[in-house]
């Protein structure tokens, strides 16, 4: 096997990780590009596999605990937050959010005057504004700004699905790329119970170096590359280290996805889980802002901002 990225051959097994959510009943393997550092899921999951780990729950915050509260609040100040990311990138004001879930954020950014689209083939969105592939967009539709929000560690083929994407960019049009970053203080220090490590959904894992070859061959020019501070950086740093201690993403499907852990756990796991939050959350979270503060300035934050444009334009 040879790395997608740089081509050297050899990665070499650092991790052995079990299915999320206990879905797949087998343990998968993280290797590692001993060349430029870029992470592999092994085996990938087949697509049988797929339609498993990508169940309507895996998008649903429509069945999260309410649509109103202080739940939509925070969802409210996440898309908001991704808006301001992404504000000054948008050049002619057209959109196309590639990965979207649910469309959430397009129909935020339409609803701030934005025309914007999504790509989404893994989930049956209410949008109208959303597709299941490039292929279903008005042929001569052109964008200003392609969005990528955690979606290019769940591409097998990132070079193909990257160069379909850069047809569809108008003169001078970008792609934005937020990312884990494999090479992050939080993948270190967390191992298998890294926050944004999530095989084998994820089948590869970027690390600055890997992510700019990458957009090499898919055609693309690395503009600049940001380490995130922001809500990815702080609350993947926080579960992270909740993670170390506790039940696994526990408050982050709580509040994504509305789990309700009583159906799933016995009433004794339950109440020890909710103690352990309990207990941890007041330390960890001021603990989380500060580490996220540090590794953002090293450069070695737990998620990256790509933005980049074809390199043909240069």
């Known amino acids: ?19 999320p959510d206990g879905l797949l009943a087998k343990d998968f393997r993280v290797l590692k ?42 969802r409210l100040l ?10 000054r990138e948008l050049g002619s004001g057209t959109l196309l959010d590639y990965g ?42 052109r964008y200003g700004l392609a969005t990528l929000w955690h979606v290019l560690e769940h591409m097998d083929s990132p070079v193909k699905e990257l160069g379909a994407l850069s047809e569809r960019l108008d003169a001078g049009g970008r792609i934005f790329i937020s990312v884990p970053n494999f090479d992050s203080w939080e993948a270190g220090f967390g191992g298998a119970e890294w926050f944004h490590l999530d095989a084998p959904r994820h089948v590869l894992h970027y690390t600055p170096r890997s992510l700019e070859l990458v957009l090499g061959k898919s055609g693309l020019r690395l503009r600049s590359l940001s380490f995130s501070f922001g809500l990815y950086g702080v609350f993947g740093m926080f579960q992270t280290l909740l993670n170390l201690f506790c039940e696994r993403n526990f408050l982050y499907y709580s509040l994504k996805r509305g789990t309700d852990y009583r159906r799933k756990m016995t009433a004794g796991r339950y109440a020890l889980t909710i103690a352990c939050h309990a207990l941890l959350i007041p330390a960890l979270l001021p603990l989380s802002s500060a580490l996220a503060f540090a590794a953002a300035l090293a450069g070695r ?8 444009e074809r390199a043909h334009e240069v």
């Open 33 to 74: 590009c001993p060349g430029c550092g870029l992470g592999l899921t092994d085996p990938p999951p087949t697509g049988s596999e797929l339609s498993v780990l990508y169940s309507t729950d895996y998008h649903a915050p429509e069945k999260g605990p309410g649509k109103g509260g202080w739940v939509a609040r925070l």
């Open 1 to 19: 096997m040879n790395c997608p990225a740089c081509d050297s051959p050899g990665p070499v097994p650092v991790l052995t990780v079990s299915s």
């Open 301 to 308: 934050s737990g998620s990256m901002d790509a933005v980049c």
């Open 100 to 141: 979207c879930g649910n469309g959430e954020f397009v129909e935020y950014a339409r609803g701030r005057g934005v025309d914007a689209a999504g790509i989404e083939p893994n989930y049956a969105s209410s949008s109208a504004s959303v597709r299941r592939s490039l292929n279903e967009l008005p042929p001569g539709a």
């Open 78 to 87: 996440f898309l908001a937050h991704r808006f301001r990311r992404i504000e």
